[in-house]
């Protein structure tokens, strides 16, 4: 079963032809100088055009999307940053009359985690939470079996705006406190000049800080940025007990770029989880992403097949 | 339809008779001084057979108890503290053995909320997420009109378990910074012993403070009880914001003997809500619960009809 999946970011959209657990093909396009959204669909649509001809037909499209979206209608909930026209495009009838497909669009975090599910780190299992750290920290969760995505589709996916400190700072989603203005993408670089001894960091001379410089630095020794990571390790270990309490998985799998570090995260995070997470039957087991940027994309069968399944069943 | 209702609590069992929306009879003993399970379990059973004289045949007994449950083999999971011989017993068998009835057994919180979208304040809505305040902080949430449960059944019920402090102190489930270790019954003693300039609080006079003397002393214009009261209102509203990220409901219920100050309480954390919750769609409603203490007693239809249900429909 092929299908074109999509997945939608900010800066670049990646996109291929899926064979059930395989990607036969993938590529990226920038996406970074585009006006709006429509601008980018004509892109995709051609992209399109020219690997059907190489892999012949599919049976849909699969869209991950950074935002807040209603499976049921295939509309976009929450604005997403630059695309301002995203929440006045009907995809579904873009997709059917320019490529003549059926669509599905998801929260890219939760498409994640089907791909993982699928054909990763979490093959064969149904209660799951996945946490991709990035620019953002994304969060799902799979409960026997099924994405939990709450009646108006926040379930789940608002992880990283999960307080860690009730007297900390607002976040750029409104909150107090939440994990991730204290250890994500967007929020390092002001983490890192504002904390103490910055100036005197190897850190102090990289111009936009992101997380592969802060652990390459702080594996060379610097200190500050020894600090700033073992800090950041500490609030996804937080939030990951939180998520833990919250949605009862047996296992966590954890995402992003970042994730090229994993032996560095991982250990820390699972003798966290172990030591911290109250449970009456064990420890859930702390993972890396096995797909690296390709999950959402891995994702697409699962999100497509997904009408097909029996309901979730709650004892 | 009626059914036994009991509510297991560490120094007290509630107990009564249940037509469907209507508590017929109901009454308290003293389980403080049970040495275990079994006694009181001996006096349920006395107490049982002379309501039974006056309100007829019950369908079944539903029991709420102060733990992790398992509800598909009615069993308790996690130990009841008092109770040491709580995981030995088998409730079914007594029930069936003692009384002649099918036994159904839920963690308490979940049993309220149950109670309180039955016959309170979550009357005709399918999203809800209730918090009570309490000795310690038990949540639930319901989704689409089922119970959130989880595979080992601690979902949604560890919701005062959320970290609100990644450097907060240890609490006694072994996470850090919990909510409950920074504002609930059992907490407050010791908070209160600890805040700046306790020493000249009116509330240095009280042998073993509990909200009830919190909200007083407060109203009356003590300082340094208007502090911690407004220290605790802040963790009730982290922990409310959390949870409404975390499950998506339409409301949230607020129960639990505090609630008698429920108009000190109820418009703080929906104002917190108002400016702190992220949403697509709107705030989430705060609300009072109505049931009082009588809450998860009026879950016992609800949960004795549960296996007749659909099983949850997620979109």
Redesign the interface.
Known sequence: MKALAVDLGGTHVAYGIVDDRTLLFHATFDSAEAKDLRSVLDTLEKEFRRSQERFGACVGVAMGLPC?VD??TNRV??ALQKYEDALQIDLSDWCRSRLGLELRIENDARMALLGERYAGAGRGE??LVMMTLGTGIGTAAL??G???????????C??G???????GPLCR?????CAES?ASGWALPNIAATWHGFECSSLAAVPSIGFFDLFAHAKAGDAVAVQIRDHCL??WS??A??LI??????ALILGGGVMGSAEEIVPVIQDYVD???????GKPQVRAAELGNSAALLGAIPLLKEENCA?????
């Open positions: 807040i499976t049921s909930l929450s149904d209660n409960l026997h099924r994405l939990l995505r709450g009646t108006h589709f926040h379930a789940a608002l992880g705006h999960l307080t860690v400190n009730f007297d989603c409104g909150n107090v406190g204290y500490k609030i937080a939030t007990v939180s309490h919250a949605y009862d998985p047996t030591r911290h997470v109250w449970s009456s039957w309901p979730i069943e709650l004892r």
